[in-house]
């Protein structure tokens, strides 16, 4: 069993930064497709950024430019550093690691954005 952990979310005001962390407790964490999905009260869970094992990267349109995905196989840990928070990016923020069609996902991280 993969058990994904996230930290980092928070309070901050518009215009800030938070960088999340998604500490992942299996081996071959290198082989596992990372992403992160976010969703807002009353809307469905969304892909936000994506990143392969050959560190290739996705990001959904609405936070290109201002999310970075990166991956740290040594540590098994994949971060999330968002910058330009805008209130629409209030969401709990959720880890999920993918390995063909076996996936799991961590519990979340509260992102609350207001001034």
């Known amino acids: 069993q993969v058990q994904l952990v996230e930290s980092g979310g928070g309070l901050v005001q518009p215009g800030g930064s938070l960088r999340l962390s998604c500490a992942v407790s299996?081996?071959?964490?290198?082989?596992?497709?990372m992403d992160w999905y976010r969703q807002a009260p009353g809307n469905q869970r969304q892909l936000v950024a994506r990143?392969?094992?050959?560190?290739?990267?996705y990001y959904v349109e609405s936070v290109e430019g201002r999310f970075t995905i990166s991956r740290d196989n040594a540590k098994n840990m994949v971060y999330l550093q968002m910058n330009t928070l805008q209130p629409e990016d209030t969401a709990i923020y959720y880890c999920?690691?993918?390995?063909?069609?076996?996936?799991?996902w961590g519990q979340g991280t509260q992102v609350t954005v207001s001034s």
């Open positions: 999920k690691a993918a390995l063909g069609a076996v996936t799991y």
């Open positions: 299996r081996s071959l964490f290198s082989a596992y497709v």
């Open positions: 990143i392969f094992s050959d560190n290739r990267t």
